[in-house]
């Protein structure tokens, strides 16, 4: 069964004013348990309001949200537990930090849960860990820390309160690629430990590419279709003509296509592409 | 004593140092040391380095934001050393910039008023604000959107409205400060082609700082930062050949070199840097043919 599961929502924004805007238009759209789900799409064509329905920050005007097959949207008092259990970490995170030390601002979300002293220490510690902050960072200022560091210190402030579903909005936006890699790489680690579903938003397609099981692709409020990476980026012209790209590894990989050199549409890495040219080319 | 062939640079940095006042200044890092660089008239120039590498401090600095506590800066020659408020002020309208979050930069509810901020508080007169406006919005092609209201704008387009902005003042430089992070694929082609097209047409000087390599690769000269010092700098091909140094702070070189280093780790012998999806495609062709040829 799906972990959480959209059933034909449709959410628009200012209904019956003149700047009514449909944001999302009979989405459907599940999401496994221990799989990583990537959603992409053009600015404006949905994925931020999609997002919000999934720990119901957005109630739908139609349509279900479902976390385990129950609807979160029937019993209004109990969308505070759905909230603990979908972790939502929105664009430029860092901007919510606010406590004195990196250590109490990872805490605020388990203790309003309500944990004992030594959980919350233990969570900390353990969120810290996924997002490679280190020990003698957990007591400096939020605020001292460079905006790479400050971004892993909001995502841990999420993950130490172990959600079953993480949803995150463009986690690696304007980081360096080993910081990319590293907050992504954390994601992975999460997922394999707590079997979590995680949705993330991205442009960024080889990020796409490397870490998601499958994609979503929005096109104007609607999902446009849905498959593995390679599937996904397989369907090159549609992806252009919604203002996306395929990753650099499928560009080179079409390039070499065309001048004879077979290359199978399941390669979507530079890493995987690198692996299979040097089989084919028998380099040693 | 310079030559009498060689230009004055627009930008000349001739040691910068500056660090951040904190309440213990025992423990004061340098964000930006010793760096020394000319940029000139014309010149597309990308800068990279990762998150907290003194990019943007950099970038602060040549614009005239921040004040060096060491070194000089000179604008066409001129130190800015020593300079009253009002030349700093003059001084500061030849570099404008464009930073990363298109919704932190836009201040007025409509486009064309957006635009107008600028030359407004440079108190030029209306009828001349009108032109620069007018002429900003085609430079950017977003002339339809004048009377938009720039929340109803994509990211992409908002920041062409930011470039807008800067264009209508005038400045002979522009910084554009990880422009294109928060956008999707088109949306960064589109700042990109912009400020290309700037550059080619007008001759405006561009500053990128970027972690896209693919960005890079169409500067004339590329810069490398790391721990606020000034590692590596060359054309894009001189800069990407450097692949171990890039990797070793947080950087990446361009796909099609990433791909062909990965193959020479295991056992190829291809040239690098290659930055062009066409040549690497052709160099592995034909070495996929000498393997079919000789097995």
Do not use: W
Request: hydrophobic fraction near 40%; glycine fraction near 8%.
């Amino acid at each position: 069964m799906a972990k959480i599961e959209l059933q034909n929502v449709c959410y628009t924004y200012g209904p019956g004013t003149p700047y009514a805007k449909i944001a999302l238009k009979d989405v459907s759209l599940s999401v496994e348990a221990g799989k990583i789900t990537g959603i992409i799409g053009h600015t404006g064509s949905g994925k931020s309001t999609l997002v919000r329905m999934l720990n119901g920050l957005l109630a739908p005007d139609s349509g279900r949200v479902l976390l385990d097959g129950v609807d979160i949207n029937a019993d209004k008092k109990a969308l505070a537990s759905v909230r603990c259990r979908v972790g939502l970490v929105m664009q430029y995170p860092e901007y919510q930090l606010f406590d004195e030390t990196v250590e109490k601002d990872i805490a605020f979300g388990p203790r309003n849960m309500g944990l004992s002293s030594e959980d919350i220490a233990a969570r900390v510690r353990e969120a810290a860990g996924f997002t490679g902050l280190s020990e003698e960072i957990l007591s400096k200022s939020p605020f001292d820390l460079s905006g790479g560091q400050k971004r892993r210190v909001a995502i841990a402030g999420i993950l130490a309160m172990k959600p079953e579903v993480l949803v995150l909005d463009e986690p690696a936006a304007g980081l360096d690629p080993k910081g990319r890699r590293e907050i992504l790489g954390g994601l992975l680690r999460y997922r394999d430990t707590t079997g979590a579903a995680v949705v993330i938003v991205s442009h960024n397609m080889e990020d796409m590419a490397s870490y998601a099981d499958s994609i979503v692709v929005l096109r104007q409020a609607q999902t446009a279709f849905e498959g593995t990476p390679a599937e996904v980026f397989a369907r090159r012209g549609e992806l252009e003509e919604n203002g996306l790209r395929v990753p650099d590894a499928v560009r080179i990989a079409d390039k070499l296509r065309e001048r004879g050199v077979p290359v199978p549409e399941e390669i979507c890495t530079v890493e995987a592409e690198a692996a299979y040219l040097a089989e084919l080319l028998s380099l040693k | 004593m310079p030559s009498f062939t060689e230009p004055v640079p627009l930008i000349e940095a001739r040691d910068l140092c500056y660090t951040y006042p904190d309440d213990d200044p025992s423990d004061d890092v340098p964000a930006v040391k010793n760096v020394s660089l000319k940029v000139y008239a014309g010149e597309h120039v990308a800068l990279l380095g990762h998150n907290g590498s003194g990019k943007s401090t950099l970038a602060k600095l040549l614009s005239q934001i921040l004040v060096p506590q060491s070194g000089d800066l000179l604008i066409d020659g001129k130190s800015c050393r020593d300079l009253g408020e009002n030349e700093l002020f003059d001084l500061r309208k030849n570099i404008g910039m464009v930073f990363q979050n298109p919704d932190n930069q836009l201040v007025a509810t409509v486009v064309e008023e957006d635009i107008a901020f600028g030359p407004e508080n440079l108190g030029i007169p209306s009828e001349e604000i009108r032109r620069r406006v007018d002429e900003a919005l085609d430079a950017v092609g977003m002339r339809e959107y004048a009377r938009t209201s720039p929340h109803m704008l994509s990211g992409g387009q908002k920041q062409r409205i930011a470039v807008a902005g800067i264009l209508a003042m005038m400045p002979r430089c522009i910084v554009f400060d990880e422009a294109t992070a928060m956008l999707d694929p088109s949306g960064r082609d589109e700042v990109m082609e912009t400020a290309c097209r700037l550059n080619r047409e007008r001759g405006i000087t561009i500053i990128n700082i970027t972690h896209h390599m693919a960005e890079a690769v169409r500067a004339d000269r590329v810069y490398v930062m790391h721990e606020g010092s000034m590692i590596l700098s060359g054309t894009p091909r001189e800069v990407f050949a450097h692949i171990a140094t890039l990797r070793d702070v947080a950087l990446e070189a361009p796909a099609e070199t990433e791909l062909l280093y990965s193959l020479n780790r295991l056992g190829g012998a291809f040239p690098l840097p290659v930055l062009d999806a066409d040549l690497c495609a052709d160099l592995i062709a034909q070495k996929y043919r000498e393997t079919r040829k000789n097995g």
